[in-house]
């Protein structure tokens, strides 16, 4: 199966600050997906991103797909964008088997 | 934005006991997934639909594990017997409405087995 890979694992930002995470991908993928876990649990769809630039607010994510790469933006953090980002996205033939990556960690503090 | 609802939200339960997750997604989407989630694996997706008809089980982890959908909004995850380390939140998904390769989450069922 294909290799998720997001950096970075673990992030620390003061509230109002800028980040920039990353997922890799081993191999092409089709219907690639930011998701947001907040912290009770939830899993939140941010964006559905197979290639191109989307803006939402202060999140934004641009998918180079012919380089096999996704990046979401965070800009003016706050504390309430706490908790883990996932990006996941399907193999070729693997129908509608979203595989996730490990995800990026991150707190916001004041 | 799909609405999914699973029950129940938590349940604790001892070893050997059956256990039966429950999803309820509202009407119009015609896929459905079942997805755990634990520490030491990730997110792994275990069985999803396609207009009720199971159509990839490979992620079912043994035959304890059973899933049905016997309509387009309801369907269960049943676990039989269960195990400490089935212990797990499980999610219920849904493709979207516009894109169906876009899913959307329930709350999930966080299952603790002593």
């Known amino acids: 199966g294909i290799q998720v890979e997001q950096s970075p694992p673990d992030l620390i930002l003061q509230e109002g600050a800028n980040s920039t995470l990353r997922c890799n991908f081993s191999?092409?993928?089709?219907?690639l997906q930011w998701f947001h876990q907040n912290p009770w649990g939830q899993l939140i769809n941010l964006f559905y991103?197979?290639?191109g630039t989307k803006q939402n607010g202060r999140l934004s994510a641009t998918t180079v797909a012919t380089e096999r790469y996704s990046l979401l933006y965070i800009s003016s953090s706050q504390t309430t964008d706490s908790g883990v980002y996932f990006c996941?996205?399907?193999?070729?033939?693997?129908?509608?088997?979203?595989?996730f990556g490990t995800g990026t960690q991150l707190k916001v503090e004041l | 934005d799909a609405g999914v609802i699973q029950s129940p939200r938590h349940e604790v339960t001892e070893m050997g006991q059956e256990v039966t997750l429950r999803c309820k997604p509202i009407?119009?989407?015609?896929?459905l997934f079942w997805y755990r989630q634990t520490m030491m694996r990730g997110l792994e997706l275990l069985i999803y639909?396609?207009?009720?008809?199971?159509?990839?089980d490979s992620g079912m982890p043994e035959d304890r594990f059973s899933a049905k959908m016997p309509n387009a909004s309801f369907s269960t995850l049943k676990i039989q017997p269960s195990e400490p380390r089935d212990s797990a939140v499980y999610f219920c998904a849904v493709g979207g409405r516009a894109v169906a390769g876009e899913l959307f989450f329930g709350e999930g069922s966080r299952l603790t087995v002593l």
């Open positions: 996941a996205g399907v193999p070729p033939g693997g129908g509608n088997k979203l595989t």
């Open positions: 991103i197979p290639s």
């Open positions: 639909f396609n207009n009720n008809v199971p159509i990839d």
């Open positions: 009407s119009g989407h015609n896929s």
């Open positions: 191999d092409s993928v089709n219907n």
